[in-house]
């Protein structure tokens, strides 16, 4: 069985995988901009290689698509998919940025939940879609998350979850601050039952996502280049008045600091994730934890 | 009073003749002992932490410091506390725990500090782990934001059996003048994203985030401590009536009734 892998950097073209015969599509084929290698990348390309560059660029793609990627075909059972926000504090224009949220990202909610297998390993998973409202949490993302970790901690499961936030909801108020509490809250009380918790910091994580629940994983992976703070970059420069050095707040830089576990590639997440839930299903002496 | 707007409570929430943290606890305390340091990195000066005692109970005390003068507003980072700040907070926590004395924690905070170093040494992480470990904590926690309540800032000292405010304390997840200049891109009309953001003490007990608006008669006299101290006094003793069992559900169940969704 093979270690996390950590990121590997691609030295020459070789090792990118066949990047001219892959980037050499039909002239008429759609393509893709990379925001790294500024190169336009067929989307077949992209399909076939889970939104991967061949520089190595993780596009940001949606939750849906991500759980394709991530749990065995049909094993998925969505829960919660009927707690959605409302507009309790009737904040100056939040009920059309829902209205366009919906439209946008398809989904009724920032957050998608249920039950899946990953390479044959049961969990409750949570995966967020940062095409609504960048995947901000207000209550309806607070409490299916709770409602999450309640069932994990009933069952005796662990909980996978990928978060993508821009924080805290603000059109929802002090509420939505208080999310980060309640979440912590069940996170606490599943971990306390011996429950493994598993945290996937995708591009970008920040705000009250980063100081609750993102960061509180037993293990805490990342996928590489992925933006990772409680601060905002544009909100530190204004505050500090100071330029930002390059890589700042990517997953490499929490690494370094000692945020996060590892740093996993996309298409090693899959069965990364699986080999971590099998080393914790055979706790105990290769007894079932029950 | 009806006339106050909610950008007039965050002035008066803001306002540098309020008392600061440190008031408080020798407001409240006696024999206050002051700790320093998270045991990892430093001691953050924004978060002044200790243990004393009120009348004979040993207490734990946290607060976030301002700082009072221009020299001491520097050194304190006018109450922006940076991650070595959540972390020494905590390790007084569970040292009480230890111990087995409630925890008082005073929040007056524009919010975490958001800088390099802060980030560098994981603020996110240190106010999640706070959250996190609150949550759990077999003591009673009281807290009271007595200025402002800046975001996770604030909350990274308010997961506690009893959030209180004082009548021109504010609680907000975002600043008005962020809300409005993200909203908006005016930070100008601040006052307009402090009515929409539901943040005065008023607002917070209508929406359950808080059980209790502390009067600020006499404010920073020795009446107001003691009136203060007599309510925090009060409420241990209805604290101390429940097992640690009954404490921590009621707790976990404090923050899971929060919140307005439909379903």
Known sequence: ????????????????????????????????????????????????????????YHFRISGRRRLRLVVDGGSFEELDQNVVARDALKF???????????????????????????????????????????????????????????YALRDGLPVVGFTVSGGARMQEGIISLMQMAKTSAAIRRHSDAGLLYCAVLTDPTTG???ASFAMEGDVILAEPGA???????????????????????????????????AIVERSKMRSTVAQILEIHTNARGGEAHE | MNNVTAYD??????????????????????????????????????????????????????????????????????????????????????QAEKFNRPVICFVDTSGAFCGFGAEERGQGSAIAQNLFEMSGLRVPIITILVGEGGSGGALGLAVADRVWMLENAIYSVISPEGCASILWKDASR??????????TAQDALHLGVIERILPEHCLGKPSFFAAVRAEIENELLQLDQLSVEELLQQRYERFRKMGTYDE
């Open chain 1, 208 to 210: 009250g996502v980063t």
């Open chain 1, 227 to 261: 933006l990772i703070g409680f601060a905002g970059p544009r909100v530190i420069e204004q505050t500090t008045r100071k330029r930002l050095p390059k890589g700042f707040q990517r997953a490499e830089f929490l690494l370094e600091h000692g945020f996060v576990d």
């Open chain 2, 9 to 94: 409570r965050v002035k008066a929430a803001r306002a540098n003749t309020r008392p600061l943290g440190s008031d408080y606890i020798t407001g409240i305390l006696s024999n206050f002992i002051e700790m320093h340091g998270d045991r990892a990195y430093s001691d953050d000066a924004a978060i002044v932490a200790g243990i004393g005692l009120m009348g004979r109970r040993p207490v734990t005390v946290i607060a976030i410091e301002k700082g009072r003068n221009a020299k001491e507003r520097t050194q304190r980072n006018f109450g922006a506390p940076h991650p070595e700040g959540y972390r020494k907070a905590l390790r007084l926590m569970k």
């Open chain 1, 92 to 150: 100056p224009g939040y009920e059309k940025k829902l209205a366009v949220a919906r439209d946008v990202s398809d989904e009724p909610e920032a957050v998608i939940c249920g039950k899946a297998f990953i390479d044959g390993n049961e969990c409750y998973l949570f995966i967020m879609e940062s095409a609504f409202m960048m995947a901000s949490m207000g209550s309806a993302v607070g409490e299916k998350i709770t409602r999450l970790f309640e």
């Open chain 1, 1 to 56: 069985m093979a270690f996390i892998q950590f990121k590997h950097k691609p030295k020459n073209e070789l090792e990118y995988g066949g990047r001219q015969a892959a980037l050499q599509g039909d002239e008429n084929e759609p393509t893709e901009m990379c925001p790294n290698c500024h190169k336009e990348v067929p989307i077949s390309y992209l399909s076939a290689n889970a939104h991967v560059c061949p520089c190595g």
């Open chain 2, 190 to 199: 601040a006052n307009q994203a402090a009515q929409s953001l539901k943040l």
